[in-house]
């Protein structure tokens, strides 16, 4: 529980004995490779925060395609937001590419301690803008930019996944073929 | 400001105490057609809540073309939000496609009544928590759909945009070319 203190202090200072009480509402995991944290139809009662290893949150359209809509290493948080948020049946699934370990707390847990405590409420609203200002980037990029620009400022941004990842992964990331991926490769 | 007050009160309530005090951080401002809230290269010390008009939010790759990112009607709130919180010059502009009004208030604004009012950081974390939810939807239509799926999907969460706005802007939101856009309309 130690990375989820450090965590949360990135943002804002809890004192021990509200840590004790905090920690309480989290539950750690072991999660092995290719297991899945939530599956398309869940109902979806938990969000995630990685301690380690490396995931992928994705969708499949009507003909199996895969899209991933995110990646997530230590310190991100993931789950299906619109359906934890609304409390509807999951239209993601989220699966381990490294195994790892992950906590996991509920709704109840995120709107609990955000009342109760002034200093999670802030917290969470901080996590909130970082994670609508990456998402905003990500609309951007995806509308105006060529496959080129698209793995150009996904290297850029995260240069240790682009070395870690399959190609096919990277290629459903980023909305482009398996050819067209080997050709940006190449360059 | 009893429109903003409205606002709030849909999330949580406010003595008139308090929101003498808040509505003293904001500031009424009338918008004209064709008038550009935010131009790019601007430093963005501003976000906006819509009270009345239609508002776009895009920007222009390289070549000039436009991308829309957002549209903005009454009780939306809009800003270059990157931009906005990390403090960094606009990369987007923001245009009046309907004349109305607007009220404007800064980061600082946000922050401090944040601060001083838990119920403040609960409005602010809950708005950015349906922001977060509805660019999470923008990323799995963009990622994944035809252009006819991309169209119905926004005829149906926004029936009173379709008949509202040219032809035009509605192709520069969904990404397709305006031909494209007129056999789908046909259809």
């Not at 290493?73 to 790892?100: H, L, P, R, T």
């Not at 240790?160 to 290629?171: F, G, R, S, Y």
Request: hydrophobic share 40%; charged share 30%.
């Amino acid at each position: 529980m130690e990375k989820l203190r450090r965590h949360i202090e990135e943002i804002t200072t809890v004192t021990d004995e509200e840590f004790a009480y905090i920690q309480t509402f989290f539950t750690k995991k072991r999660v092995l490779k290719n297991q899945f944290l939530i599956h398309e139809g869940d109902e979806v009662k938990y969000e995630f925060l990685v301690l380690s290893g490396l995931y992928k949150v994705f969708f499949l359209d009507e003909q199996g395609k895969e899209f991933i809509i995110q990646f997530a290493k230590e310190n991100w948080w993931m789950s299906d937001y619109q359906s934890f948020f609304q409390e509807k049946k999951a239209g993601v699934f989220i699966e381990c590419i490294e195994a790892g370990e992950v906590l996991f707390s509920t709704l109840d847990t995120r709107e609990k301690l955000s009342h109760e405590f002034h200093k999670m409420e802030h917290f969470f609203r901080v996590k909130l803008t970082n994670g609508y200002v990456a998402l905003q980037q990500r609309i951007k990029l995806l509308l105006s930019n060529t496959p080129q620009e698209r793995f150009e400022a996904f290297a850029t941004s995260y240069p240790d996944l682009i070395l870690k990842l399959p190609k096919k992964i990277i290629a459903e990331y980023l909305g482009v073929s398996r050819e067209t991926l080997s050709r940006l490769y190449s360059k």
